[in-house]
């Protein structure tokens, strides 16, 4: 079954980095591309990013441009998201969501998400 | 870019029938047919429930339909039941730099 697993959360002060990683597995990998999304305390959903199947094609929402990059391992299964700059706008429950592979992106499967807490 | 615009919450009675809406603009929803829905109940990762408008995943129960009317998309649920309240968000493919976005989010209650 597919199972998608996150990990490297924590609490990290502003203007720090930290680095997410999503371990993926009963699928084949490198052949569907990735999203990231968070969720704020209390609040809805926002798409971050994705990545394509190769690595070739990265997309960012504008409130991370910049400061965020998205990156993959295919050896290893794994995806990544290294933020920078952090801010406390950025506090969040991050989930890794595999894209269905259809033109609409949807994503058919979630993580269980990790929390990054951005607070000085 | 603005998020795609969902009713804060709706209600309804165990077997009723309740209907979602979900907003956008021509560069997304009106644009495309690729609109998605998302259940999520508290403390839990959102699961897909509809793709591609209308189209449900294996799994999902065929109380929960899809539709779309111009710059506005639909989730449907009928007869309604308690394990249904949970919140509900609507996603299109848009035609910017960001390819997917989200509305704001329904919360489903079930009296």
């Known amino acids: 079954q597919v199972q998608l697993v996150e990990s490297g959360g924590g609490v990290v002060q502003p203007g720090r980095s930290l680095r997410l990683s999503c371990a993926a597995s009963g699928f084949t990998f490198s052949t569907f591309g990735i999203h990231w999304v968070r969720q704020a305390p209390g609040k809805g959903l926002e798409w971050v990013a994705l990545i394509s199947y190769d690595g070739s094609n990265k997309y960012y929402a504008d409130s991370v441009k910049g400061r965020f990059t998205i990156s993959r391992d295919n050896s290893k299964n794994t995806l990544y998201l290294q933020m920078n700059s952090l801010r406390t706008e950025d506090t969040a429950v991050y989930y890794c969501?595999?894209?269905?592979?259809?033109?609409?992106?949807?994503?058919?499967?979630w993580g269980q998400g990790i929390l990054v807490t951005v607070s000085s | 870019q603005s998020a795609l615009t969902q009713p804060a919450s709706v209600s309804g009675s165990p077997g009723q029938s309740i209907t979602i809406s979900c907003t956008g603009t021509?560069?997304?929803?009106?644009?495309?047919?690729?609109v998605s829905w998302y259940q999520q109940h508290p403390g839990k990762a959102p699961k897909l429930m509809i793709y591609?408008?209308?189209n449900r995943p294996s799994g999902v129960s065929n109380r929960f339909s899809g539709s779309k009317s111009g710059n506005t998309a639909s989730l449907t649920i009928s007869g309604l039941q308690a394990e249904d309240e949970a919140d509900y968000y609507c996603s299109s493919y848009t035609r910017s730099s960001t390819p997917v976005i989200f509305g704001g989010g329904t919360e489903l209650t079930v009296l």
């Open positions: 969501a595999k894209d269905s592979g259809t033109r609409g992106h949807s994503c058919d499967y």
């Open positions: 021509s560069s997304d929803v009106g644009g495309y047919n690729f």
């Open positions: 591609d408008v209308s």
